[in-house]
């Protein structure tokens, strides 16, 4: 299963994601400029729970290299589709997270998240001495605290089914549930010695559930009201799914799509997934500019075939999101 987008939308731009996001891919390419399978850098910059517990190894390592190690690890990925898979998470569930925390804690709060899943897995492997890297523990959290903030959020998930690329919508607590649920199973069975930090990653998760719980009795200081005036969308996302409802007539049907007052103004194109019974087409959709409020889209042939008469039609209503 691939996660698509979900449907909570954010207000503002994630600017602390995007950073993290950007901070990720200079890491990749200051990799890529050493060598994927430089070891000794690795060993420089990866977590290795031997330097800290054993005297042959950490004698090797200076106290700066010992704290830096516990940080610049998250930043690492061991190939390329390790790194897409962890920043396209991230991408996914980190605006949400960080609309609620507010940019300055969130990047606390994900870096926190690394920490904790590095501890979760010095604790479980106190003397190996294999490098371990990547941000899936910090990402981790940030799925976590999305478990927990959005769990009746849906998921636009991407099922292949061989060659038939199948779009299906799945509640976050579902999705994110299935995936800690695995994470555990592949730590406590088979999965352990398949080179992958399991055990990070749970910490990760429980790391997020908590961290979320701290953030809640901590005061407001008033910084992210200031932050979002510069980062407030101005634009609905590009792909939105169409929930869609039978009209009186059993051939027509009806949906809502959302759009900002700039893109009401201008017009603008969507892409759309209508479920309807097992088959999900992506069609887009184009606004005419100056639309207004419930203004309603018709789009001819897109409804329900009925026996003896001509396709439906589907009629979608415009809501306008006040997002400038």
């Known amino acids: 299963m691939i996660p698509i987008r979900d449907n909570q ?11 993290l996001i950007s901070m990720n891919m200079v890491a990749w390419v200051v990799q890529l400029q050493v060598g994927l399978h430089n070891e000794g850098f690795f060993y420089h910059f990866g977590l290795v729970p031997a330097k800290y517990t054993v005297w042959e190894v950490s004698r090797h390592f ?17 190939g390329f589709w390790h790194l897409l898979g962890n920043m396209w998470s991230l991408y996914i569930f980190g605006d949400n997270v960080e609309s609620h925390f507010g940019s300055a804690r969130f990047f606390g709060f994900y870096i926190l998240c690394g920490l904790i899943s590095g501890a979760c897995h ?8 294999v490098p371990t890297i990547g941000a899936s523990g910090a990402i981790a959290g940030v799925m976590g605290a999305y478990f927990l903030l959005f769990p009746r959020s849906r998921i636009l998930t991407l099922v292949p089914i061989i060659i038939i690329p199948w779009f299906i919508e799945i509640p976050a607590f579902i999705f994110l549930g299935f995936w800690f649920l695995m994470q555990f199973l592949n730590a406590a069975g088979q999965g352990a010695g ?4 399991w055990w990070a990653h749970i910490g990760g998760f429980i790391a997020g559930l908590v961290l979320v719980k701290i953030n809640q009795g901590l005061p407001r200081t008033g910084t992210q009201q200031k932050i979002n005036r510069y980062t407030r969308k101005q634009h609905t996302p590009k792909l939105q799914t169409i929930l869609a409802a039978p009209e009186p007539n059993d051939r027509d ?9 700039l893109e009401a103004l201008t017009g603008t194109q969507k892409l759309v997934t209508i479920p ?39 009629f979608l209503t415009v809501h306008i999101k006040n997002a400038i």
């Open 9 to 19: 939308v954010s207000d503002c731009v994630p600017v602390v994601t995007y950073a």
């Open 276 to 314: 309807w019974g097992f088959y999900k087409p992506l069609y887009r959709v184009s606004v005419p500019p100056g639309v207004r409020q419930g203004t309603r889209l018709r789009l001819t042939g897109m409804g329900r075939s009925v026996s003896g008469q001509p396709k439906g039609d589907m």
């Open 122 to 129: 010095f604790m479980f492997n106190p003397f190996s001495m």
């Open 253 to 261: 049907l009806s949906g809502d799509i959302e759009i900002s007052s």
């Open 194 to 197: 398949a080179g992958i930090a």
């Open 62 to 78: 200076g106290v700066f290299n010992h704290l830096l190690s516990l940080f610049s690890y998250m930043f690492l990925h061991g």
